[in-house]
C-alpha cells in the first residue's frame, strides 16, 4: 500500500484518540471516522472566470455504543480539548436514549481477509493541476462549444472543472483500523440555445476520473455539450405507441438506480422493497448479469473496506435475472436474521453484449433512443415508476427527429423482464458502469 502523508497519519492519530476518549468516557464500543477533504471548483462562463472555489475541511464521525444504546454525531473542532468535551456529551446522549439489542460493532471476523490489492485511486500528480491549468480546460470547453455547427443559436456556455482530495481513516474500538487516500477529477460544460419557437433547450456533457491525465480534453466536452444542445432544436412530443426503447448508457444509470435502494437491507427489513424475498428467484431478464466488484483499478466505487470496516469482496448481484445479493450492513443483519454483506455498492460490473450504441440504433425499424429521462418517480414498495423522457426517434436504423415531453410507466418487475439487448460500452464516469440498453414493447405516452 502507497506510503500516506504527515496529514493522513495524522487523521488516523485523531481517530484512534477519538475512540480511546469514548472508551474512558464509558462507551463500550465506539467507531471514528476521520475525514480530510480539499475541494477546488472553478467555474468559466462567457469567457471569463465566474466562480473560483476552494475549501478544506477535516471532521470526525463518531458513533458511540453504551450498553445496548446508540448515538451517532460529528464535528469538526478537532482540537483534543474540544474534543474531549465532545465525546463525553456524546456518550452521555447515548445514555439517555432507549436501547436498541442489535446495536454494535461489526463482528470483527468480518474485518478478515482484506484485500492487498493497489486500486490506484490517488493521482500521485494532483498537486499539478493548477488555476492556469483549470482556466485553459474552462476556455477550451467554451471555444469549442461555439465553434459546432449551429452554434448561431447558442445562449450561452459554463464549464465547469473540479478537482477533490479526500483522506479517510477508520477505527473500530474491537480491532479495526483502516486508511484511504483517493483523488477525483471532473470536466463538465453546460449550453443552452434558443429554439425557433422561443424555447431554451439545454443539455451537458461531463467526464471524470481518478487520475487527471485520464480526462479528456476541455474541447472533446464542449463540443459534446453543444452537439446534444444543437440537436435538441425543434423537438416535439412523439406519438403514443408501444416501441422498442434504446436507452443511452449515460441515462441508463437513472433506471438502474431506482433498483438500488429496495436491495438494501433497511428497506427489506421495514417491508419497503418490491424485491423482498425474492432472493434466489428469477425477478429481471435474462440478460441482467451484474457483479459487485470493489476492485476496478480506478474505480470510482473501488475500496479495499466498507463504511463499516469490512473487508471488500466481489459478489454476483444477479446473474441471468437471478437476484443473488442483498446490500445489508451489520445491524440490518442482526435484525433479519442474516450474514451482512455490505452497506452499500461499489462498482457494478455487467456481462456485456458485442454491439456499440450505433450498432444497436442500426438494428431497429421503429423506436425512440433515450439520452435522458425527465422528473418522474419509482415507488420502492411496488416497484411501479413513471418517468419523462427526451431523445430521438429511430426509423429504420437511423436516427431523425428529436422527441420530448413524452412519458413511459410500468413496473419493475415487469419492465426488467423486456431487456432485449446489452450493449458493449459501459459508461465509465460512474460506478454503476451501465451499458446502453434496450428494451421491447415499451409504451410511450404522446400525443
Known amino acids: 500500500m502507497r506510503s500516506m502523508t504527515k496529514t493522513n497519519e495524522d487523521m488516523l492519530a485523531i481517530a484512534h484518540s477519538c475512540v480511546e476518549m469514548a472508551r474512558h468516557k464509558g462507551a463500550t464500543e465506539a467507531s471514528a471516522g476521520a475525514y480530510r477533504i480539499r475541494t477546488v471548483n472553478f467555474q468559466w462562463r462567457e469567457g471569463k472566470p465566474e466562480k473560483v472555489e476552494e475549501s478544506t475541511k477535516r471532521h470526525v464521525q463518531l458513533a458511540v455504543f453504551v450498553d445496548g444504546r446508540y448515538a451517532v454525531v460529528s464535528t ?7 474534543l474531549k468535551t465532545f465525546i463525553g456529551d456524546a456518550v452521555e446522549l447515548a445514555k439517555s436514549l432507549a436501547k436498541d439489542p442489535y446495536r454494535s460493532l461489526p463482528d470483527p471476523a468480518l474485518y478478515q481477509g482484506q484485500s492487498s490489492t493497489d486500486l490506484n485511486l490517488e493521482d ?4 499539478r493541476v493548477s488555476s492556469d491549468i483549470r482556466r485553459q480546460i474552462a476556455s477550451e470547453a467554451e471555444a469549442a462549444a461555439r465553434a459546432v455547427k449551429g452554434r448561431e443559436a447558442i445562449l450561452s456556455v459554463t464549464a465547469s472543472v473540479n478537482d477533490t482530495l479526500t483522506e479517510h481513516c477508520l477505527v473500530n474500538s474491537n480491532g479495526f483500523s483502516g486508511r484511504s487516500r483517493d483523488t477525483t477529477f471532473f470536466v463538465s460544460a453546460s449550453v443552452s440555445a434558443r429554439d425557433q419557437d422561443g424555447r431554451r433547450p439545454e443539455d451537458y456533457a461531463y467526464a471524470g476520473a481518478r487520475h487527471f491525465s485520464a480526462i479528456p480534453s476541455g474541447g472533446v466536452i464542449g463540443r ?3 452537439e446534444r444542445t444543437i440537436a435538441r432544436l425543434g423537438a416535439k412530443k412523439g406519438p403514443s405507441a408501444a416501441m422498442t426503447m434504446v436507452v443511452d ?20 427489513q421495514q417491508q419497503r422493497s418490491f424485491l423482498e424475498g425474492k432472493l434466489g428467484q428469477q425477478v429481471f431478464g435474462n440478460r441482467m448479469t451484474i457483479i459487485d466488484d470493489p476492485f476496478v483499478p480506478r474505480g470510482f466505487g473501488s475500496r479495499l473496506w466498507d463504511s463499516e470496516g469490512m473487508a471488500a469482496k466481489v459478489r454476483p448481484v444477479l446473474e441471468a435475472g437471478v437476484l443473488k445479493s442483498y446490500y445489508i450492513d451489520s445491524y440490518y443483519g442482526r435484525k433479519l436474521g442474516v450474514a451482512p454483506t455490505s452497506a452499500s455498492a461499489s462498482n457494478l460490473r455487467w456481462t456485456l453484449g458485442d454491439k456499440s450504441r450505433d450498432a444497436l440504433v442500426a438494428a431497429i425499424e421503429d423506436g425512440v433512443l ?8 419509482s415507488n420502492g414498495l411496488t416497484g411501479d415508476f413513471s418517468l419523462g423522457v427526451q431523445g430521438f426517434r429511430i426509423r429504420a436504423g437511423k436516427l431523425e427527429e428529436p422527441v420530448g415531453e413524452m412519458n413511459i410507466s410500468g413496473n419493475h418487475l415487469e419492465f426488467w423482464k423486456t431487456l432485449a439487448a446489452v450493449g458493449n460500452d459501459p459508461f465509465p464516469y ?7 440498453l434496450v428494451f421491447d414493447g415499451v409504451s410511450f405516452a404522446g400525443v
Do not use: C, I
Not at 370 to 377: I, M
Open 249 to 268: 448508457n449515460r441515462a441508463a444509470g437513472r433506471m438502474l438506480g431506482f433498483l438500488m435502494g429496495p436491495l438494501s437491507g433497511a428497506s427489506l
Open 76 to 82: 469538526s473542532d478537532l482540537r483534543r480539548d474540544a
Open 370 to 377: 433515450v439520452t435522458v429521462f425527465l422528473g418522474g418517480n
Open 124 to 127: 500521485p500528480n494532483y498537486k
Open 224 to 226: 459534446e455539450a453543444a
Open 430 to 436: 460512474s460506478a454503476l458502469r451501465t451499458p446502453t
